[in-house]
């Protein structure tokens, strides 16, 4: 897949890769985004806190969002986890643009660890600068 205006905010967002994410793919209004679980990201139960899975699928609606090009931001999002993480755990977020219209759009992520599916994540995202088709 062709280097996307995803691909350069990525190479600019040090939260995400500082977390060590990798983004795997972006275009097209789709965006697969890669994290390994750290000892550093386990909470007092022993699971991933979800505050780092939900930056993960975070991460990737961003990509998704900002494939076409106009800077995009979100304006709310929802997530449910579904299953418990743990350290070691090589997880992997799927992004979907679902629909957009005029500035505002809708984004859906599946959180996956191998096969399994770990948390599903829906954002609203807002074009906050000119260039995208109504």
């Known amino acids: ?4 205006a995803a691909h350069d905010m990525f190479d600019r967002d040090q939260a995400s890769r500082g977390l060590g994410m990798e ?3 972006a275009g097209h209004g789709a965006a697969v985004v890669r994290m390994r679980v750290t000892d550093a ?3 007092g139960h022993g ?11 975070d991460t990737a609606f961003a990509c998704a969002c900002n494939s076409h090009g106009p800077v995009t931001v979100a304006a709310g999002a929802d997530v449910a986890f579904l299953r418990p993480v743990r350290a070691g755990d ?9 629909s957009a219209s005029g500035r505002s759009g809708i984004c859906d992520v599946t959180v996956r660890r191998d096969r399994e599916v770990v948390a599903e994540f829906r954002g609203r995202s807002r074009v906050i600068s000119p260039g995208r088709p109504s």
Do not use: D, Q, S
Request: charged share 20%; hydrophobic share 60%.
């Open 1 to 4: 897949m062709a280097r996307t």
């Open 23 to 25: 983004l795997v793919e």
């Open 41 to 43: 990201m386990v909470n």
């Open 47 to 57: 699971m991933a806190h979800g505050g780092f899975v939900f930056l993960l699928a």
């Open 90 to 98: 090589l997880l992997e977020a799927h992004a979907r643009e679902r």
